[in-house]
């Protein structure tokens, strides 16, 4: 960075001014005049140097300004660039990030149908259980009737065998003793 000067030219200094009726020292009668009209073209030129030393400080701080801009642009730009890019990836992830929240949020929704699905389905399975439960029992209850029918017809047949064999032995007694009631009466007759 440049930094511009103006500086005041060797030689020229700012005027005093000299109180009417004196006269500068070492100046000759009658050049007082002279010296009036000198000191007022010295004033004058001092005034334009010293407004275009000021116009210069401003200008070179303009200049300076300028430069930094100018020399600052090309960063700024590199910088608004990257800053885009930055911005546009930061868009992107977002994008991204929004797709697989929504994703997610449609898995949530899955895996909720699928909860409530699984609930159901445990609701189901334990209704079913107890009912399989309650079967068994009366399955259970069932066969051991079934094993006690079972029980009391073998003893009702143990029973009629015992019952039929008795009667074919009174049977067969009887039988004898009509075969001998009838040769009895054959041989009294």
């Known amino acids: 960075m440049k930094v ?3 500086r005041n030219p060797a030689g020229v200094t700012s005027p005093r001014r000299i109180p009417s009726g004196q006269r500068p020292s070492g100046a000759k009668p ?3 005049r002279l010296s009036r009209q000198e000191l007022s073209s010295k004033n004058g030129e001092g005034n334009l140097i010293h407004r275009a030393d000021e116009t210069g400080r401003g200008s070179s701080r303009q200049v300076t300004e300028l430069e930094c801009q ?3 642009t090309p960063v700024i730009k590199s910088q608004k660039t990257e800053l885009n890019q930055t911005i546009e990836e930061l868009e992107n992830t977002l994008r991204d990030k929004e797709e697989e929240i929504e994703k997610l949020k449609e898995e949530l929704e899955t895996m909720n149908d699928l909860m409530e ?3 159901t389905l445990t609701q189901n399975l334990e209704e079913t259980e107890l009912r399989s439960r309650v079967l068994e029992e009366q399955l259970a209850g069932a066969e051991q009737r079934l094993q006690e029918n079972q029980e009391e017809q073998e003893n009702f047949r143990k029973s009629l065998r015992t019952l039929l064999e008795l009667l074919d032995g009174k049977i067969f007694e009887l ?3 009509r075969d001998t009631l009838a040769r009895l009466i054959e041989e009294a007759s």
């Open 30 to 32: 009658g050049t007082e």
């Open 4 to 6: 511009f000067k103006l």
């Open 70 to 72: 100018s020399t600052q």
């Open 175 to 177: 039988t004898e003793l």
């Open 117 to 119: 699905q699984k609930d």
